[in-house]
């Protein structure tokens, strides 16, 4: 199997996966609507669900696809490529049905939807600023996790949930009780995780979490390409 068959492949896969969260959200929104006897219905927060998803597509299709694409000949580098391309490609096809539904159909069909536009608070938010955040939150949630899946493979599966459940301690007891014996709150803390995202007492400016997304796609693709070269994978 040459690299755009495979390419190809992991497309489709993709995409059907897609199709099928659209067609679940679709039938809810439907049935809402059938049920209250209004016909808009307003999804609120439909972008975390997307977000969610690009999280789960890797964790759930890497494992299979890997020694599917190994036995058919291609090299680990070729078929992490293809991954995060496919990956790649999927995340910017979710953003662009997210800009769709938030500015083309009108906010009183999705005007609630757009992840950014609720986190921030700004209904007014450009349809590009729109797009470039939606694109590099779902990049960043896909490749986090396709490198996470190589990871995975490469250690197994009950070292990986030990490491997982290691860092969850950290980031959600460790950093914090550190955070409040020095400054006596976690405040610090919260508010330089906000001001990182673009979220200060002077404003909000989604913009600025282009940066830490694309600081997140550039460790992801550095992390997973070094593990995949270095992964065994059992017939």
Same mark, same amino acid.
């Given at each position: 199997?040459?690299?755009?068959?495979?390419?190809?492949? =992991?497309?489709?896969?993709?995409?059907?996966? &897609?199709? !099928?969260?659209?067609?679940?959200?679709?039938?809810?929104?439907?049935?809402?609507?059938?049920? +209250?006897?209004?016909?808009? %219905? =307003?999804?609120?927060?439909?972008?975390?669900?997307?977000?969610?998803?690009?999280? *789960? /597509?890797?964790?759930?299709?890497?494992?299979?696809?890997?020694?599917?694409?190994?036995?058919?000949?291609? +090299? *680990?580098?070729?078929?992490?490529?293809?991954?995060? #391309?496919?990956?790649?490609? +999927?995340?910017?096809?979710?953003?662009?049905? $997210?800009?769709?539904?938030?500015?083309?159909?009108?906010? !009183?069909?999705?005007?609630?939807?757009?992840?950014?536009?609720?986190?921030?608070?700004?209904?007014? /938010?450009?349809?590009? #600023?729109?797009?470039?955040?939606? %694109?590099?939150?779902? @990049?960043? &949630?896909?490749?986090?996790?396709?490198?996470?899946?190589?990871?995975? #493979?490469?250690?197994?599966?009950?070292?990986?949930? !030990?490491? @997982?459940?290691?860092?969850?301690? /950290?980031?959600?007891?460790?950093?914090?009780?550190?955070? $409040?014996?020095?400054?006596?709150?976690?405040?610090?803390?919260?508010?330089? +995780? !906000?001001?990182?995202?673009?979220?200060?007492?002077?404003?909000?400016?989604?913009?600025?979490?282009? %940066?830490?997304?694309?600081?997140?796609?550039?460790?992801?693709?550095?992390?997973?390409?070094?593990? #995949?070269? *270095?992964? $065994?994978? *059992? &017939?």
């Amino acid at each position: 199997m040459k690299f755009k068959a495979a390419l190809r492949y =992991q497309l489709v896969e993709l995409l059907q996966s &897609a199709v !099928a969260f659209c067609v679940i959200v679709g039938a809810v929104v439907v049935a809402v609507c059938i049920l +209250t006897g209004s016909l808009w %219905f =307003q999804v609120p927060l439909l972008g975390v669900l997307v977000v969610i998803l690009m999280l *789960r /597509l890797p964790l759930s299709l890497f494992s299979d696809d890997m020694r599917f694409l190994l036995h058919m000949g291609l +090299t *680990r580098a070729q078929v992490y490529a293809s991954s995060a #391309v496919a990956f790649a490609v +999927t995340a910017l096809l979710f953003a662009l049905l $997210e800009v769709v539904c938030s500015h083309a159909l009108g906010p !009183a069909w999705m005007g609630s939807s757009s992840f950014a536009r609720s986190l921030y608070g700004i209904q007014s /938010l450009g349809v590009l #600023v729109d797009f470039a955040w939606m %694109f590099g939150a779902n @990049l960043a &949630a896909a490749l986090t996790a396709l490198a996470l899946a190589i990871v995975r #493979v490469k250690v197994g599966k009950k070292w990986f949930l !030990a490491g @997982l459940a290691a860092v969850a301690i /950290l980031a959600l007891l460790v950093i914090p009780a550190i955070c $409040e014996a020095l400054f006596g709150n976690i405040l610090p803390l919260a508010e330089g +995780t !906000a001001g990182l995202f673009g979220v200060t007492a002077a404003g909000a400016d989604p913009t600025r979490a282009l %940066f830490p997304f694309a600081v997140a796609v550039v460790l992801a693709v550095l992390a997973g390409y070094f593990v #995949v070269k *270095r992964v $065994e994978v *059992r &017939a």
